[in-house]
């Protein structure tokens, strides 16, 4: 069996998992969105999928995602991984979207890299879509901001002129509760979309209402060492 048909059974797996999800929590077909996840995993295999249609895919590592984008410029890449300050200029210039904006201060950076990349021809004109990442458990050193401070971020976005809102993002601390972590995150997103679910839970976040699920071992394997 090819690389490709290896990926190809896997992307239809995961999307018959989530459908099967959509018609578990009366939900529409076809409403929840599939993000792979292609951390650490070959550029190579990005190429394969993006031959099987997929246009999309979320990367962790602003250096990596940089190399791939640059690589495979008809793919969309996303932004899920903590963002430093002085990683958001490059960022801006190959980013999609960014799921991972938390706080007030990346926002600002942010807006301001979009319109340096947009002046010197490295970005198309328009706007970045941002999700603010809720941090569940309040432990912010590990990416997220904590509840009280989420609106303070989405003002900051909103007030951007090259940024636009798109939604709310979590990870689920380890141990906790997923259904229960989706479940607030769903009533804290209010109108906006969520990005939640993984491998391991994709079938928690949907039936929670998430708009949008980031799987990456179950589409590629487990991840070669970094």
Same mark, same amino acid.
């Given at each position: 069996?090819?690389?490709?048909d290896?990926?190809?059974?896997?992307?239809?797996?995961?999307?018959?998992?989530?459908? *099967? *999800?959509?018609? /578990?929590?009366?939900r529409?077909?076809?409403?929840?969105?599939?993000? &792979?996840?292609?951390?650490f995993?070959?550029?190579?295999?990005?190429?394969?999928?993006?031959?099987?249609?997929? %246009?999309?895919?979320?990367?962790?590592?602003?250096?990596? /995602?940089?190399?791939?984008?640059?690589?495979? &410029?008809?793919v969309?890449?996303?932004?899920?991984?903590?963002?430093?300050?002085?990683?958001?200029?490059?960022?801006?210039r190959?980013?999609?979207?960014?799921?991972?904006?938390?706080s007030?201060?990346?926002?600002?950076?942010?807006?301001?890299?979009?319109?340096?990349?947009?002046?010197?021809?490295e970005?198309? &004109?328009?706007?970045? %879509?941002?999700?603010?990442?809720w941090?569940?458990?309040?432990?912010?050193?590990?990416?997220?901001?904590?509840?009280?401070?989420?609106?303070?971020?989405?003002?900051?976005?909103?007030?951007?002129?090259?940024?636009?809102?798109?939604?709310?993002?979590?990870?689920?601390?380890?141990?906790a509760?997923?259904?229960?972590?989706?479940?607030?995150?769903?009533?804290?997103?209010?109108?906006?979309?969520?990005?939640?679910?993984?491998?391991?839970?994709l079938?928690?976040?949907?039936?929670?209402?998430?708009?949008?699920?980031?799987?990456?071992?179950?589409?590629?394997?487990?991840? &070669?060492?970094a």
């Amino acid at each position: 069996m090819t690389r490709k048909d290896e990926l190809h059974r896997a992307l239809d797996s995961v999307r018959r998992r989530i459908a *099967a *999800a959509e018609k /578990a929590a009366g939900r529409p077909a076809a409403s929840v969105r599939l993000l &792979p996840v292609s951390k650490f995993h070959p550029v190579e295999d990005i190429a394969l999928l993006a031959e099987l249609g997929v %246009d999309a895919v979320g990367e962790n590592r602003e250096q990596e /995602a940089r190399a791939k984008a640059e690589a495979l &410029p008809q793919v969309n890449f996303h932004m899920i991984g903590q963002i430093q300050a002085k990683k958001t200029n490059s960022i801006a210039r190959w980013a999609a979207a960014v799921h991972s904006v938390d706080s007030v201060r990346i926002a600002e950076h942010l807006d301001h890299g979009v319109a340096r990349a947009i002046e010197r021809g490295e970005r198309a &004109p328009g706007t970045l %879509d941002c999700f603010v990442q809720w941090s569940a458990d309040g432990d912010t050193a590990r990416g997220g901001v904590d509840a009280s401070g989420l609106d303070d971020v989405y003002a900051a976005i909103e007030k951007a002129e090259h940024l636009n809102l798109r939604g709310l993002m979590c990870v689920p601390p380890l141990g906790a509760d997923a259904e229960e972590t989706y479940r607030t995150a769903r009533r804290l997103a209010g109108d906006l979309e969520l990005s939640a679910g993984m491998s391991a839970d994709l079938e928690a976040a949907i039936a929670a209402g998430s708009d949008i699920v980031r799987v990456g071992t179950q589409i590629f394997g487990p991840r &070669p060492v970094a």
